[in-house]
């Protein structure tokens, strides 16, 4: 629904940020790169999202760039992994350390992250190593 938003900072806190941009404040869980690159309250800044609709809530996520908004859609499409689980392992490592580790079958590197047991990192290996693979 939102490609992205760009805005104004507003407010910066651990896992989220507030962009204002017409007059609405967009609430937005990111990502620790989206929010290491966010500069200071007041200046602007892009940031690519991804709307989660539940029965429960709406949640917007936020993200530095297409490629890690990507990531985070393919990690959201393995069995058993929601996106505040995908959330967690984006900011557990590096996008180029993420993608290796996955392409390399380091599931023990994906075990690290918060939430992620070994059968889950496995999980993720063997549904998104292909899909990686012939990206390259």
């Known amino acids: 629904?939102?490609?992205f938003i760009e805005g104004v900072v507003e407010h910066k806190?651990?896992?989220e940020l507030v962009?204002?941009?017409?007059?609405?404040g967009?609430?937005?869980?990111?990502t620790q790169a989206a929010l290491s690159a966010a500069p200071?309250?007041?200046d602007t800044m892009r940031v690519y999202t991804w709307l989660s609709v539940r029965q429960d809530a709406m949640e917007l996520f936020g993200f530095v760039s297409p490629e890690e908004k990507n990531m985070f859609l393919r990690l959201t499409g393995v069995t058993g992994i929601g996106p505040r689980t995908a959330?967690?392992?984006l900011a557990a490592m590096p996008l180029n350390d993420l993608t290796m580790a996955i392409v390399t079958g380091d599931a023990a590197m994906l075990a690290r992250a918060p939430g992620v047991g070994k059968k889950t990192?496995?999980?993720?290996?063997?549904?998104?190593?292909e899909k990686l693979s012939a990206d390259d």
């Open 1 to 3: 629904m939102y490609a």
């Open 13 to 15: 806190t651990a896992g």
């Open 40 to 42: 200071p309250r007041g």
């Open 121 to 129: 990192a496995q999980r993720i290996v063997l549904e998104l190593k």
């Open 26 to 30: 967009y609430l937005l869980l990111c």
């Open 19 to 24: 962009l204002s941009t017409g007059g609405v």
């Open 87 to 89: 959330l967690g392992i």
